[in-house]
């Protein structure tokens, strides 16, 4: 099958992910599974951070130690480009120790 | 200016997902040159970029088109990767209030990062999705362009880490929601879902069953709550 067929059903598969969700707005929704996704932010962005912070080069400790500076100065000053900053920042100047 | 005029505009929603092009360019240059190795013409590579617009799955499919892999298997991949966007609509279209037109649209560009910039914003309008969504769209369709026009030429990003700049990012944008005992448990419990199931499937897939069983736990938990 030509590469652009099988792009063009990707494509199409994805965006049907993307929209079902937004298509289902306005539905009545019980109580259980409106508490259910106050919480889908908190548990995908820790599945975003967690399995991806070592890294697959040997650099654990140094993108740990990062993280975590990163992390203090997020909750510090509640900007992303700070954290993304230091995070970036200790983790060049640590791994040239 | 106001807050709530911060969040509301698209220049606002551009602006807010710019500390993420650090990680992004790269990405989309390495897309592009394994999408380039693997057979792909540069028009293939850019077409796959404006319309898939998901770098888990462009990358996850750029190598099975370099393995001769079936279509099938293809687009197997590119639904279990990009599933968890049902999760993000869902989330999404309880705290802005879109119209049709409009949810067709922001259908469209919905990415992770995209959902993650406006949840942690705190907004309601659909132009700060936009915008935000319109940002990352044009990086990855810039460099995915200059990665299949130089291929093998540019050096690996791989090299200089950046693509450390992604769980930063998550991190950071995790941290201010992080306001119960409740909320630290179903993180904790989310990331450790994720560890084990990213042993048996790809980023992607484990998102999925991370964000759903950590959900899941988060509501079981609060249960004694209206």
């Known amino acids: 099958m030509s590469p652009v067929v099988v792009i063009l059903g990707m494509a199409m598969l994805t965006y049907g992910t993307r929209l079902a969700g937004l298509a289902l707005v306005g539905v009545a929704v019980p109580g259980f599974w409106l508490r259910f996704l106050r919480f889908v932010p908190i548990a995908v962005f820790a599945a975003l951070v967690v399995p991806a912070l070592p890294g697959d080069r040997g650099e654990w400790l140094v993108r740990f130690v990062a993280a975590v500076l990163a992390g203090a100065a997020t909750w510090r000053t509640r900007k992303l480009w700070v954290g993304i900053l230091v995070g970036m920042v200790c983790f060049w100047l640590l791994r040239l120790l | ?226």
């Open chain 2, 1 to 226: 200016m106001s807050l709530a005029m911060s969040r509301s505009s698209f220049a606002h929603g551009f602006r807010a997902m710019m500390p993420l092009w650090l990680g992004a360019a790269p990405f989309a240059l390495a897309y592009a040159v394994t999408a380039r190795a693997a057979g792909l013409g540069i028009w293939e590579t850019q077409f796959m970029s404006l319309a898939v617009f998901a770098g888990g799955a462009q990358f996850s499919a750029a190598g099975l088109f370099g393995v001769g892999a079936s279509a099938a298997a293809i687009l197997l991949t590119t639904f279990l990767l990009n599933a968890r966007h049902l999760l993000y609509g869902l989330s999404l279209g309880r705290v802005i209030a879109l119209g049709p037109l409009e949810r067709i649209i922001a259908a469209y560009f919905l990415t992770d990062e995209a959902y993650g910039v406006s949840v942690a914003a705190g907004t309601t309008s659909f132009r700060f999705l936009l915008g935000a969504e319109l940002s990352m769209f044009v990086v990855w369709n810039s460099f995915t362009l200059i990665g299949a026009l130089l291929g093998q030429g540019i050096p690996d990003p791989a090299r200089l880490g950046v693509e450390f700049v992604f769980p930063l990012a998550f991190l950071a944008l995790l941290i201010p929601l992080l306001r119960t005992r409740i909320d630290l448990v179903v993180a904790g419990f989310a990331g450790l879902v994720a560890i084990l199931s990213a042993r048996l499937w790809a980023g992607g897939v484990a998102v999925l069953v991370a964000g759903i069983g950590g959900s899941l736990l988060g509501a079981w938990l609060t249960r004694g709550e209206r």
